[in-house]
């Protein structure tokens, strides 16, 4: 006779009826892609920044940013300054100085 460990078998497994039914939840709907494979974008779905061209003058004042951005995005450069790109072009200091007193 084979003996097998006292404690070996008495967690029960789940029934194979309800690892199917893991199996068969709905999916989410699926993303609409370009022939390249980039998500494309859909009617109703949300409204993105745009990509604006950073003014000469803010590049002069910030080296640092790339010539490209996401409007509204905010950069950080050397020694933690950190600016906002607006939809024009030109960036301003973001958040600097202390933090105001309540």
Known sequence: MKR?????GARRRAPRNDQR????QPRPP??????EGFPAAVPD???LSPVVSVSEESRR???WLPARIIA???WRGPEHARVRVDETG???PWR???APVR
């Open 45 to 47: 779905g949300a409204k």
């Open 4 to 8: 097998t460990h006292p404690g070996r």
């Open 72 to 74: 509204g995005s905010v």
């Open 96 to 98: 600097c100085g202390p």
């Open 21 to 24: 039914q893991l199996h068969q």
């Open 30 to 35: 699926t993303v609409p892609l370009t022939d």
């Open 90 to 92: 030109t960036a301003i």
């Open 61 to 63: 004042h910030y080296p």
